[in-house]
């Protein structure tokens, strides 16, 4: 080829684009490995405890889990949000201020959990199939999530986008587990030694995010500036309104999906709620993977929007949604095919009455996935109220069909709730997001 003939353009993706694929995959570098141990452990816990110990196994793990998701703020992206500001300004003293803010925001949250798990334990207790012999070890595990409570690491190593250190701390939850579910088995296979089990995994993965945290440097920082006082609401406008807002969409988000869970156990009882958690915990890959990618965009498109020369926040956004949508199909189609051996292979015949559940709630998952550009980007241009209203629709619908649907379908009645819970959320996130865009059109392509 001779020097004047035409040269091919070489494709480049935008760098927004680049960044938050880069940050997806360092999340997704272990997940292989991750599944496979989750099926196995699943299948040690199915096989150890039958289904109706699994059932009350699972309604334990799952009201802690769902407890410490309403208590806890989702300071991880206070930290994104805000701390972008000070790194840009070279503050570390602000940057300090605001991370001990957030730490002392998860400290509060482990106290008002434990407040809400004693009331909610007592009153509705028994409901959950948790007997008097199994009170203590729930409070036991309950205290556990609530005190490892890690938003605040997992924020400090996102701003710094050390994702291969945040994927490496996220894959001792599951190692630990396919652990510790090995010991019980062999030790104590009953629900109090998965409950242990569980627990200790738990305090690992703290752990090791808060080794992850100090070899950053940031730790240093958090003694930085003296208290938090009203100096650090000064430095970062709209604080409150933001920390506010988010913790609510993230626990209406996230803590509907344990609900319908804890509702099958208190409407049919425990073992109905194993067939359900393990469908859960099956179709769940698809939550988990769309938890990540938001995670993974979330920085990005925070900086998009707070750039000084600015990106454009809707291009982006198109090529996230069109990736994600890819993914889903593809992922919904291996469930469809695969979902049922899995479903025998992990929990055995007993656990086969969950297939229909476990296609509902993948169905959910993929419109989940499909959408996860959606809520960041309204995070990020201030809309934080607008994506709050479309949770709240999204958790009146999924309470509203699941307890309309659960008398007459049973189980699968409330993975038809998480469903309709995820088309409402996905309609009203989706219609906020084009008509933010169309009412700025130069705001969404200069970052403002």
């Not at 196995?40 to 199915?46: D, H, K, Q, S």
């Not at 808060?210 to 940031?218: A, L, N, P, Q, Y």
């Not at 819970?421 to 700025?440: E, F, P």
Request: contains cysteine; proline residues 4%.
């Amino acid at each position: 080829m001779t020097d004047s003939a035409p040269r091919r353009r070489q494709f480049r993706l935008p760098e927004g684009v680049r960044a938050s694929a880069r940050n997806f995959g360092w999340l997704m570098t272990t997940r292989g490995v991750v599944a496979l141990l989750s099926l196995v452990y699943l299948g040690i816990a199915t096989r150890s405890l039958g289904v109706a110990d699994f059932g009350r196994f699972a309604l334990i793990t799952g009201a802690a889990q769902a407890i410490a998701t309403m208590a806890g703020f989702q300071t991880w992206q206070i930290i994104v949000r805000y701390g972008v500001d000070h790194l840009n300004a070279e503050d570390d003293v602000a940057l300090g201020r605001l991370y001990r803010l957030c730490i002392l925001l998860d400290a509060g949250s482990a106290v008002v959990g434990g407040l809400i798990s004693a009331v909610i334990l007592i009153l509705w207790g028994k409901d959950f199939g948790i007997t008097p012999d199994l009170m203590k070890v729930t409070i036991g595990f309950v205290i556990v999530e609530l005190v490892t409570i890690r938003q605040s690491p997992i924020g400090m190593l996102r701003l710094r986008d050390k994702f291969s250190r945040a994927a490496l701390a996220d894959s001792t939850t599951p190692v630990m587990r396919f652990i510790g579910a090995a010991g019980a088995a062999l030790l104590m296979p009953d629900v109090t030694g998965f409950v242990i089990a569980w627990s200790i995994a738990e305090v690992a993965t703290s752990a090791v995010y808060w080794v992850m945290v100090s070899r950053t440097g940031d730790l240093r920082l958090v003694g930085r500036g003296g208290a938090p006082g009203r100096q650090v609401f000064r430095e970062n406008p709209g604080l409150t309104r933001f920390m506010l807002s988010t913790n609510a969409t993230s626990t209406l988000g996230l803590s509907t999906k344990q609900a319908p869970l804890l509702m099958v156990g208190g409407f049919v009882g425990p073992a109905a709620a194993g067939a359900f958690r393990l469908a859960f915990q099956i179709a769940q890959a698809l939550t988990k993977l769309s938890q990540q990618v938001s995670r993974a965009a979330f920085p990005e498109i925070v900086r998009a929007v707070r750039a000084p020369q600015g990106r454009n926040v809707g291009k982006m956004m198109v090529r996230v949604f069109l990736a994600s949508a890819a993914a889903a199909l593809v992922v919904l189609a291996l469930i469809a095919a695969l979902g049922h051996p899995i479903l025998i292979l992990v929990g055995g015949k007993d656990f086969l009455h969950g297939r229909a559940s476990m296609l509902w709630l993948a169905a959910a998952g993929c419109i989940d996935l499909a959408t996860v550009s959606f809520e960041p980007v309204l995070m990020a241009v201030h809309r934080a109220g607008t994506a709050l209203a479309a949770r709240i629709a999204a958790a009146i619908a999924l309470f509203a069909t699941s307890l309309y649907l659960l008398p007459r379908e049973g189980t699968s009645g409330a993975a038809m709730g998480v469903m309709a819970g995820s088309v409402v959320a996905a309609v009203l996130l989706g219609w906020a997001v084009i008509h933010y865009v169309r009412q700025h059109p130069r705001a969404a392509a200069a970052g403002s």
